[in-house]
Nanobody
């Protein structure tokens, strides 16, 4: 049984920073990690992804140059550093694991999900 646990969410003022973590347990096979977010009344949207090696990363245009996804040589956990936060970044942030060779950005292509962590950015 694969489990993903997010942490690091909270309340921050606009312009501030938070670092989210995603810890994976239960399986050692190679996987990519993807962050998604879902604001109230909106669909879940792609935020960032990182390959197993950590070499490949990809970001949504809305967070590019503000968010950084990373994983060290231990591969676990995966971090999402969020800087220059805006009120529109307010959402529940989910990490997801994909145990396939290719990277994907569609929520339906993920294999396992965490339960999410709430990020609230006040203006």
């Amino acid at each position: 049984q694969v489990q993903l646990v997010e942490s690091g969410g909270g309340l921050v003022q606009a312009g501030g920073s938070l670092r989210l973590s995603c810890a994976v347990s239960g399986r050692s096979f190679r996987y990519s990690i993807h962050w998604f977010r879902q604001a109230p009344g909106k669909e879940r949207e792609f935020v960032a992804t990182i390959s197993w090696s950590g070499i490949y990363t990809n970001y949504a245009d809305s967070v590019k140059d503000r968010f950084t996804i990373s994983r060290d040589n231990a591969k676990n956990p995966v971090y999402l550093q969020m800087n220059s936060l805006k009120p529109e970044d307010t959402a529940v942030y989910y990490c997801a694991a994909r145990f396939k060779e290719t990277i994907a950005t569609n929520p339906s292509d993920m294999d396992y999900w965490g339960k999410g962590t709430l990020v609230t950015v006040s203006s």
